[in-house]
């Protein structure tokens, strides 16, 4: 696929990345995405800026136990909105931001939901209601009620 | 004239037939290529439980010991990824919904 | 003069998906809008752990119903660069047939919406009316009329033979016709004009330092289309974006009336210009490496950022969709705004709060 195939991966570290994100304004790139991945030792960080349908990105790394970051939003205000989400998500420390919500931007249930990257054990499936005589559907009446065990280990049956 | 630029459009469809159907009773004509039902033919199933692990929603359950085959009509996204896998072309994908489900029970066929 | 709090959305009429905005009011002006999202979230990025990378592209799908046909489409994009799979052209030109009928569809919600927000019933009726048109079209095609389920890593999964193809311009050219009806009254109308015109204005600088992208950013001036980067069979279709100067929402209206005719046609091109050939490759193995992937959606730039790592699952999962991009050009466009203009403002970025909490 040749979708803009030249993307380009530069790394900075904390200390130059404001210096970095300062000299792509001054040349005019626009702000397209601030992620984050959570590897087992640490926190990843791409910073996208596209100018002239071209895809630049800055990666940085931070360890994952002190994960703090100064925030951009003074270069790019609309940064604020990307930074917040990093803290809502993934407990990310982000120092500076023009807006701050303090947290509550992503109102979500469970704190820091992405805030590790080992998968959720699986609850085990509540037995399926096949037992009941009540319905109308066309259920073969099961001899026995236990019925066949799925097949598939993957449950989403919350 | 800027001010009647709808006019037009409404008197045009005050005297036409509406656009819209009396569902529900009238019944809707499924179109060519839509997905409406999930069609399950035991006599060529080996019970192989390759549509089962392909589900994508985990609606089909399949015992091979057992030989059942269930599926849970209402988690079924009628993707059509079990009619691609299934070797022994036992499944089929129709264009009319049929009867909706109502419980949540699985659909067995053994 | 005292200033008061009100809380806007999650539930109301004229918002499509659910999105929280305090709105700091000061005798009916808004001084500040502080958004509050989460409503919807799913934690979709997280499912990566969970599902292979095959049947993703079923969750990928699942985003957002209205745009959902070119979030899948993305996802494979990004997943056949890192694997390095050359599609056939066939399943390629499919593909943008399938995206620009999606962009159909989503401009015609929208319209049907704005004019809903501005207490234009009827023609959100006839706005909607026509759309389901473009549904039939779909459903026809495809099988889904919001889901389309057709895409799949290596190609697509169904294809058009020459009488879909001949049924479908067809319906084209009436769509064409109803289309030119009824923006002739978004366009033209005194009332549509008053209700629009000055609202919301956003400079061309403004509209490019805060990172918009989109009809957003179209119409404030800026060339910018994400279509321009030559991704699926638009190598060989030409798209000029279409730009408006005044950045208001009466231009975004415009750009996105005149986006609905510019589909249609690119959509004419492409079943003029479509191969022969298979729709599909198989592709085995895992991918391993990482690729950004970059689509025009209906309401802007979506970038899919992939990262594999040899597994069948993949490792990181990240979308950045256009509306999430929007988010700070509204919270700068509502200070200072009049109260009766909230529903018109946050709607004219064409928000789709589904794609922004994923």
């Known amino acids: 696929m040749s979708t803009g195939t030249d993307q ?76 917040n989400e990093l803290h809502d998500l993934f407990n990310l ?54 019925p066949a065990q799925p097949v598939s280990t993957l449950d989403f049956r919350l | 004239m800027p001010y009647f630029e709808m006019s037009r459009l409404v008197l045009k469809w005050a005297l036409t037939k509406p656009p819209t159907s009396r569902y529900p009773f009238e019944a809707r004509h499924a179109l060519a290529g839509s997905r409406g039902r999930l069609i399950f033919t035991k006599d060529n199933c080996v019970y192989c439980t390759v549509c089962a692990k392909k589900c994508p929603t985990g609606a089909l359950v399949v015992n091979r010991a057992q030989k059942k085959w269930a599926i849970d009509r209402l988690r079924c996204i009628t993707c059509g990824y079990c009619v691609e896998v299934c070797p022994k072309k036992s499944l089929e994908l129709t264009t009319s919904h049929g009867t909706p489900a109502v419980t949540k029970d699985l659909e067995f066929y053994s | 003069m005292a200033r008061t709090i009100i809380p806007f959305g999650p539930q109301h009429p004229v918002l499509p998906e659910p999105i929280h905005l305090d709105l700091v009011v000061e005798d009916e002006k808004v001084i500040e809008a502080r958004p509050s999202i989460g409503f919807i979230h ?7 752990e969970k599902k292979d990378y095959v049947e993703f592209v079923y969750v990928a ?22 694997m390095n799979v050359s599609v056939p052209p066939r399943a390629l030109y499919l593909r943008t047939i399938w995206g620009e009928l999606s962009r159909l569809h989503s401009h015609l919600l929208w319209l049907g919406l704005m004019a809903d927000a501005m207490g234009f019933e009827s023609l ?27 895409c799949k890593i290596g190609g697509v999964r169904r294809d058009i033979d020459a009488d879909g193809f001949q049924n479908m311009l067809a319906e084209l050219t009436q769509i064409e016709r109803d289309i030119r009806e009824i923006t002739k009254v978004f366009i033209h109308d005194n009332s549509v004009k008053a209700r629009l015109g000055g609202v919301g204005v956003l400079s061309r600088q403004d509209a490019y330092d805060l990172g918009c992208v989109g009809p957003t950013l179209r119409a404030s001036g800026v060339a910018q289309d994400m279509r321009q980067l030559g991704y699926a069979a638009f190598k060989d279709l030409q798209v000029e974006p279409i730009t408006r100067p005044e950045g208001d929402s009466y231009a975004r209206c415009s750009v996105r009336c005149e986006e609905l005719l510019q589909s249609i046609d690119l959509i004419r091109q492409a079943i003029s210009k479509i191969p022969a050939g298979e729709i599909a490759v198989k592709v085995a193995g895992n991918p391993n490496g990482e690729f950004i992937a970059r689509t025009e959606q209906p309401r802007g730039e979506v970038a899919y950022c992939v990262k594999a790592n040899g597994t069948k699952n993949l490792q990181r999962f990240r979308v950045r969709t256009p509306t ?3 988010l700070p050009a509204l919270v700068k466009m ?18 789709c709060i589904s794609c922004t909490e994923r």
Not at chain 1, 25 to 41: D, W
Not at chain 1, 127 to 146: D, I, L
Request: proline share 6%; aromatic share 8%; charged share 20%.
């Open chain 1, 93 to 146: 420390q982000v120092d500076g931001m023009a807006v701050d919500f303090h947290g509550h931007l992503y109102e979500t249930a469970v704190k820091f939901p992405f805030g590790s990257t080992k998968a959720p054990v699986a609850k085990p499936a509540p037995a399926p209601a096949a037992g009941q005589p009540a319905s109308k559907a066309t259920v073969e009446p099961a001899a026995s009620s236990n």
């Open chain 3, 61 to 82: 799908e699942r985003i957002c119903g209205i745009c959902s046909f070119i979030h899948g489409q993305t996802y494979c994009q990004a997943v056949e660069a890192i």
């Open chain 1, 8 to 83: 380009t991966f530069e790394t900075v570290t904390i200390a130059t990345l404001l210096d970095k994100v300062g000299a792509m304004r001054k040349e005019g790139y626009r702000l397209v995405q601030i992620g984050a991945t959570r590897l087992p030792e640490q926190v990843e960080l791409t910073y996208s800026f596209d100018l002239d349908n071209r895809l630049a990105n800055l990666r940085l790394q931070l360890p994952a136990a002190e994960a703090r970051v100064p925030s951009i939003s003074s270069i790019y205000w609309c940064a604020f909105l990307y930074e």
């Open chain 3, 124 to 150: 959100f009726m006839h706005s909607w009316r026509v759309r389901e048109r473009v549904l039939n079209i779909i459903e026809a095609t495809t099988g889904g009329r919001v889901i389309f389920g057709s």
């Open chain 3, 42 to 48: 799913r934690g979709l990025e997280k499912l990566v």
């Open chain 3, 324 to 326: 999430f991009a929007n």
């Open chain 3, 334 to 351: 509502l200070q200072g705004c009049e109260l009766a203009d909230v529903p018109v403002l946050v709607l004219t970025i064409d928000p």
